[in-house]
């Protein structure tokens, strides 16, 4: 299973980004998928998951501002990023369960700056 991830790039405080992450590969259906973010000299942290009923769950840091969403007939998941503030800034991941296995895509770089 490969996953593409994009959208990444600068933008400044109050703007808004969203963010890609299509997942080919596999005929094996994809349960839950994920955002993360690593601010840089931070370890990697959990952004927000959807699971395969649209279920929903963010980080307290993003509610309000973020939301994920999926197409399954694409196999992607979105991640739309609004009011974006200076510790924002990081890259982000993207993640797939497949037949209970995580599957990673490579980041992209969102950079939060005036």
């Known amino acids: 299973v490969q996953l593409q991830a994009s959208g990444g790039g600068l933008v400044q405080p109050g703007g808004s980004l969203r963010l890609s992450c299509a997942a080919s590969?596999?005929?094996?259906?994809?349960?839950?998928m994920y955002w993360y973010r690593r601010a840089p000299g931070k370890q990697r942290d959990l952004v927000a998951l959807?699971?395969?009923?649209?279920?929903?769950v963010y980080v307290d840091s993003v509610k309000g501002r973020f939301t994920i969403s999926r197409d399954n007939a694409k196999n992607t998941v979105y991640l739309q990023m609004n009011s974006l503030k200076l510790e924002d800034t990081a890259v982000y991941y993207c993640?797939?369960?497949?037949?209970?296995?995580?599957?990673w895509g490579q980041g992209t770089l969102v950079t939060v700056s005036s």
């Open positions: 590969g596999s005929s094996a259906s994809i349960t839950t």
């Open positions: 993640r797939a369960d497949v037949s209970f296995r995580p599957y």
């Open positions: 959807i699971n395969g009923s649209g279920g929903t």
